[in-house]
């Protein structure tokens, strides 16, 4: 907790990085104390971090200094979303000859037997 009360303080999202994976240890660690199933312990987990978002996101709704929910936008923003998708966009590679068709008598693709 101290985490989190320095990385609000000071606004340095490093600690509050700290407190996010030391928080993932612990639950991890406390998970063996738990005599429950891990889809059950996923589902509580779940709805716990739905929560803390649903509260973090009103908190923050209004505000414009410090940590805000709508932060205004850059102009590298859209060059970075279209430099995400680069990636997806590659050729794919085409086969250098058909294959040949035919074969089969009833149905194509050779389901006759006889290619």
């Given at each position: 907790m101290i985490f989190l009360a320095a990385g609000i303080h000071f606004r340095l999202r490093i600690v509050l990085l700290a407190f996010a994976v030391s928080m993932a240890i612990a639950a991890i660690e406390f998970r063996h104390q738990i005599p429950l199933s891990d889809e059950t312990c996923l589902i509580f987990a779940g709805a716990i971090v739905l929560a803390a978002a649903g509260?973090?996101?009103?908190?923050?709704?209004?505000?414009?200094?410090?940590?805000?929910?709508?932060a205004e936008r850059h102009e590298l923003d859209e060059a970075l979303q279209i430099a995400a998708t680069l990636p997806l966009a590659t050729p794919s590679a085409t086969p250098t000859r058909p294959t040949p068709a035919g074969g089969g008598e009833f149905g194509g693709a050779g389901a006759s037997g006889q290619f």
């Open positions: 509260i973090l996101m009103r908190a923050l709704r209004g505000r414009d200094r410090g940590f805000v929910l709508d």
